[in-house]
């Protein structure tokens, strides 16, 4: 479908990444805790812009390693199907512990947010390991297949963060409640990378 290779998986993995906690999720939360939905739904377009931002200088790269030469190419999808498989295995065997918060002013919600994504250093790694998994070398439109791409992140990451949003102080409640079940999800989070990385790198 316009290039992509598994369209439904690649549908899958966005909602996988965007199920584990980052500094994306903490923004949104403490946005919606301090100014309701409102901010929060404001911190999710600055959530979004930031990913947009990165995600788009990693087409960009990826663009390149596909127009330069298909079989360094496809070691970028073996390099980064492993570098998914080792995020999946940190998850699976990580000790149970809170992430560090993000804290936010009140006001300028969507800018905070904005920033906070953009300066996320491992986000550009991720992006550049994800994208090439889902190209279909033979099928892919160039700058229709990434814009594809792009659409579908951004709609997704809008429906799960302002789903998240307005569930935030019972999924918050949830989550200090159940430790255990907040370990579990991560490490079934962490089973979904390893199985992506296995089956899109064949």
Same mark, same amino acid.
């Given at each position: ?13 966005? %909602? ?7 500094? =994306? ?9 301090? =100014? ?12 979004? =812009?930031?990913?947009? #931002?990165?995600?788009? %200088?990693?087409?960009?790269? !990826? ?5 330069? $030469?298909?079989? %360094? ?17 940190? %998850? ?27 300066? $996320?250093?491992?986000?550009? #790694? ?17 700058? !229709? ?5 792009? !659409? ?16 935030? $102080?019972? #999924? ?18 962490? !089973? ?11």
């Amino acid at each position: 479908m316009l290039g992509i290779s598994d369209y439904w998986a690649f549908v899958a993995a966005v %909602l996988v990444f965007l199920a584990l906690p980052g500094p =994306g999720t903490f923004a949104l939360l403490n946005a919606t805790a301090k =100014g309701g939905f409102r901010a929060g739904a404001a911190a999710t377009f600055g959530v979004i =812009g930031g990913d947009q #931002v990165l995600m788009w %200088l990693a087409a960009i790269g !990826v663009a390149a390693v596909l127009q330069a $030469n298909e079989a %360094l190419f496809k070691g970028l999808q073996y390099a980064g199907a492993a570098y998914l498989a080792w995020i999946g295995l940190k %998850l699976v065997f990580a000790k149970a512990g809170a992430a560090p918060p993000v804290s936010l002013r009140s006001g300028h919600f969507a800018r905070q947010a904005f920033f906070i994504t953009l300066m $996320n250093p491992k986000a550009i #790694v991720f992006y550049m390991a994800f994208f090439p998994l889902f190209i279909d070398a033979g099928q892919h439109r160039g700058f !229709v297949t990434f814009a594809a791409m792009a !659409v579908t992140i951004a709609l997704v990451t809008l429906a799960y963060c302002l789903t998240l949003c307005a569930f935030a $102080n019972a #999924v918050s409640e949830r989550v200090r409640a159940h430790r255990r079940l907040s370990l579990l999800l991560q490490r079934v989070a962490g !089973v979904a990378l390893i199985g992506f990385s296995l089956k899109l790198a064949r």
